[in-house]
């Protein structure tokens, strides 16, 4: 009896085991490989570009495109700073305002000292 209590025992043990298989669900995924390098990367067509040539003073980069940006034809790559033209532009303005102030003045006073001439002659 005591052999036939420990073929039952050991007749559980294995089937407990049987139903424990390690089973795995399989499932389409995306698959992304990623490959990290350290080094410089080489441009297979490279364009240079130049700032404008009819830039009368040195031009200062606002903003550049970030390295690695796909580009195609016509993308803006560099935006310079325009701080330094828009004050040549507003000093231009006041200095042409100051001008044509200066030649108002000059056409009253000349207007004046003809008119005065004129009731000289006269006299």
């Known amino acids: 009896m005591r ?3 420990i073929a039952v025992a050991l007749l559980a ?3 407990k ?3 424990d298989v390690a089973t795995f669900k399989v499932e389409p995924i995306t698959f992304t490989r990623r490959v990290s390098a350290e080094g410089t990367l080489k441009a297979t067509k490279a364009t240079q ?3 404008p040539l009819n830039a009368e003073r040195p031009l200062k ?3 550049i495109a970030p390295d690695g940006t796909l580009l195609r034809k016509g993308d803006v790559i560099v935006r310079f700073d325009a701080t330094d033209f828009e004050n040549l532009l507003l000093t231009g303005r006041e200095d042409r305002a100051t001008a044509t102030n200066k030649m108002s003045k000059a056409t009253a006073e000349s207007t004046a000292t003809k008119k005065n001439l004129g009731r ?4």
């Not at 000289?120 to 006299?123: M, T």
């Open 3 to 5: 052999r036939a209590l």
């Open 13 to 15: 043990a294995c089937s």
């Open 17 to 19: 085991e049987s139903n």
């Open 49 to 51: 570009v130049t700032a």
């Open 61 to 63: 980069v606002s903003w």
């Open 120 to 123: 000289d002659a006269k006299l």
